[in-house]
């Protein structure tokens, strides 16, 4: 029999509920047992007949019961009853087995640094850009002018290639400052470089091709392009840029950062330029050329692009990351009409859409001009860490043993060790002293390259020097 507790703070109906399923799912309501009608059990357990009506409508609905005109409520026939040993082997049974993941995704927590989460003085992480209450207050403000101001219609499914007036925005954005001119169907935004790395896999790669990545270079690029089951051929990077002669034959793609080296930091050279637009325009191959930092140049103005040279194969990558913050997530691919259509398609397959606030607000943020005035700002604090960065450098000593490069753009420089150097062991000791340095062998996939990628963006001047002091003095 059913019974109420009126100490019980649930509704009375939700305790009925709850014992009357119980006795079914364990057996004391055997199937196809008749209940009695709902006026009969509300008047042997002192309810109103329309309580029972509910715990009856529920046990319906959930599949519990069955009922018909003539035959009243019964219990479902189908209804499994689980015996008391039965408990103890579905407790003890195994979740199915799980595949394994590449090991790529081991290395990328390496590369980032997140395998060890000992706190640290010093970081010189070369992953994320500066960021002041500056910069908060004024997002802030975009943000609640995006939440405010927006009609109903923004809050409806998007557009897959992302929300036009952004995408207007980063159009102008890329013709002022990146001589890359293109119409709006030809960019796409993404949540990353990683994202666009992916989406670019599935949409215009088949499983199986072989890519071309540098080498130091990326671990993200190679780690997608493995993931989504492709070839990965590796090519070595010397104070040129890109060995492009060494690239592999039958690349369907080739991964790229000629403006600033993904770990040595070097530029590309105009010959290599030429050789490696040349080269794949005979091929039929992609060039993926990934701009992540190159807005960041302390000589001269920023190198021109590959897409503006050679437009028909170049997918141009660039992202809000560095130049605003991580967390943002808002990148964009520039390339092919047909191309980016048929990125745009896979993209609505797999994420529709980017989130709306965030583009929303960031359209905002560039509209209102703190964009370009968060980017002089940031030039300056950069152009200053970069100063102590390469004046501590030469003071210290470490540039006679060390080969320093990559100190023209960008917000990280190689130093460069003899391959025979102990680059764990020292970036292990500069840990146990509260200094974070990121070795350059996580960024190879074959090369046995040593030394350290140092960025400088998060850490202030003084910091800079007493870092790389010490950094020395462990060393000498």
Known sequence: MLKVNRDDKRPIWQQLLDQAIH????????PGELLLPSRELAQLIGV??????????????????????RGGTRVSEWIYTTRPSENAATQGSLPPELPLLNIGVDHLHQWFGNKDHRKTEIDFTPHEPYLDEHFQRNWRKSFLHASTETSLDSWAYGNAYGYLPLREQIQRYLSLERGVHVDIDQIILTSGAQHSIDLI???????????????????????VMKYRRMQVASVPVDEHGLCVDRIHPKSKLVYVTPSHQCAAGVIMSEPRRQQLLHMTAEQRCWIIEDDYDSEFRYRGDPIPTLFSQRPQNTLYMM??????????????????????RQIAQVHELTNRHLPIMEQLTLTHFIEHGHFMRHMRRVRNVYRRRHEAMTKVINTSGLSAHFTLSGAETGLHMLLEADKSFGEEAVTRLALDQGIRVYPLSTYCLESDRK???????????????QGILRLAKMIF
Request: proline share 4%; net charge negative; charged share 20%.
């Open 319 to 340: 992202s809000f990351s560095k130049m605003i913050a991580p967390g943002i997530r808002i990148s964009a691919i520039v390339g092919p009409k047909e191309a980016i």
């Open 23 to 30: 006795k079914i799912e364990t057996g004391k309501w055997s």
């Open 48 to 69: 109103s007949r329309s309580t029972i009506q509910i715990v009856y409508e529920e046990l319906f609905s959930r599949g519990y019961t069955v009922t018909s005109r």
């Open 451 to 465: 030394g350290w990628v140092l960025g400088f963006a998060k850490v202030d001047e003084g910091l800079i020097e």
């Open 201 to 223: 896999a599935q949409a215009l790669l088949y499983e199986g091709d072989i890519v071309s990545v540098e080498d130091p270079g990326f671990p993200a690029a190679w780690m």
